[in-house]
C-alpha cells in the first residue's frame, strides 16, 4: 500500500517547525494607518496590515504603544545607546562600548527623531530631566537617517541598541556607548490576533524564538 505524507508531517519527522514567511509589494496599508505614524516605514506597517487582515499570524515588531486587538509578548528588551562620530570630543574622551551619562554628551551637536517619535519625545524629557539645554543640529524622522547625518558631520544621536549592533559602518566611523540610569520602552515584541487559536506550530515556534533570545 503506497504511504503518503503531506509536508507538515515530512517537516515534523526531520525535527523542524513546519511555517511560512510572507511579505507583499502590492497590498493596500489601510488599517494599519490608525496606529502608526506617518513617518512609519512601509514594511512595518506592511506586517501590521497582514497581521490585523488575517494575512499572517504572527509578527516579530518594536512598537511603542500598544494595539488593541492584538496580544503582545515581551520577546527582548532594547538598551537605549548613544552613538557619535569619531571627531567628536566625547569620542576622544571615552573608548567605544563604554558606559556614560547622557550628561557626559553635554556640549556635542545632537541628531534627534522628531517630537512625534516616541523616541524623540522620551529623548527631550530626558534632557529635561537632566537639566540639559543641547543643540540641535536635525531633526528626522528615522533611525538610518539619524545615524547618517550623526557619523557624517560631527555629532550624536541615540537609538535603541539592535539598530547599531551589526553595523559594519560603526567599526570605521563611530562610537556606541551604553548610557547609565537610561530605560525605554521601545522593545521587541511578538505579536498576534487577540483569541486567536495558536497551532502547535505556533506555539513551538515562539518557544524557539524566546529560547534564542535569552541565549
Known sequence: KE????????????????????????????????????????????ALEMLLDGTVD?????????????????????????????????????PSGSSISLRDAQGEA?????????????????????GMKVKVLAEVNSFDTAKRIALSSGAVTLSPYPLFSTDPDLERQGNVYFLKNMKSSHHSYL????????????RDWIALLEEGAQQ
Open 58 to 94: 504572527i509578527v516579530l515588531a518594536r512598537y511603542e504603544r500598544k494595539r488593541e486587538p492584538l496580544e503582545y509578548r515581551l520577546f527582548a528588551k532594547n538598551k537605549l545607546v548613544l552613538l557619535c562620530a569619531q571627531d567628536t570630543a566625547l569620542a576622544r574622551k571615552y
Open 110 to 130: 545632537f541628531v534627534l527623531l522628531e517630537k512625534e517619535h516616541h523616541i524623540g519625545q522620551f529623548v527631550r524629557e530626558q534632557f529635561v530631566q537632566y
Open 191 to 202: 505579536c498576534w490576533r487577540k483569541n486567536m487559536y495558536q497551532t502547535r506550530y505556533m
Open 3 to 46: 504511504l503518503t505524507l503531506d509536508a507538515d508531517t515530512v517537516i515534523l519527522a526531520a525535527g523542524m517547525v513546519p511555517m511560512g514567511i510572507w511579505g507583499s509589494n502590492s497590498k493596500t496599508i489601510a488599517q494599519a494607518k490608525e496606529y502608526c505614524a506617518t513617518f512609519y516605514c512601509t514594511i512595518a506597517q506592511l
